[in-house]
């Protein structure tokens, strides 16, 4: 996708101040930064969202934009889906039912008991994170596989960006902070300044969020310039999907009444995502 959109290629063997020239190429161009503010837009809907009923159910229900994705494409471009198509179409618009039967439990992190368990998970996924990137950084390796590998950094980075955002939203809560005044916004950027408990993790979840979405945008945007868009967004969206609800289930120990509804919705997601995702693919390949 970059390369075709007239973006420059990124080059991270190259020094600072190249990288940082062709990223700010990235910025210039208005397609790119178009989406980048609409991605923006959608965030403050997406953290009232997590801190309301949590990223188990909140991450795998963003899959329904691949529903608007479709639909937009059918009725503006006048493209044509197949049967299958049509039917993961179907399916994902239903799986959100599946997800509510299930019944999940009031969302409530406890920031002192969580710490063990969420930076052991921290830990893990970062050290794949940096293991793929710097397996990516190879020269003599095919061209395919270091795509890949850098594909799989950003997406594991910016899986992580939405686990902080579901931190985020818990100790806003917790450190009585309102995100609608600008002395709250400077509790949020300069928490650690405040030497309290509440608002060291305000000031941990927002960096951290801001930094994963960022550099995991970067690296898998690398990604595009080196694959097929298919491979980027099958494990985009693949690793968007199980990392948040591995993480909601065993860190902020979300837990549903009804296990079956809430495993026969993520089924549902995961087959449509599969076969919209090439759909996509197709369409970015098109364009």
Known sequence: MGIQQGLPE????????????????FIKNKTWISGILLGLLGWFPYIIAVSMIGIVLVQPLTSLGLVIYVICAIKILNEKINII??????????????????????????????QISFFLFLSIMLIISITCFILSRKKKQDNFLNGILITFSGAILYSLGTIFTNILTQAIIDAEINIISWFGWTEILFGIFFFDFYH???????????????IGLIFYQSGFQKVKSLYVYLIINSVALIAPIIAGLFIFNQIFSNYIFFVIGIILIIFSTIFLTKF???MEDVE
């Open 200 to 214: 060291f993790w305000v000031f941990f979840g927002f960096w951290g969020m801001i930094s994963c979405y960022i």
């Open 10 to 25: 990124l080059n991270f063997g190259a020094d600072l101040s190249n990288l940082i020239k062709t990223l700010i190429e």
């Open 85 to 114: 198509e049509l039917i993961a179409v179907i399916l994902l618009t239903f799986a959100p039912i599946f997800l509510a039967l299930a019944k999940i439990s009031e969302i409530y992190i406890n920031l002192v008991k969580f």
């Open 280 to 282: 996509q693919a197709e």
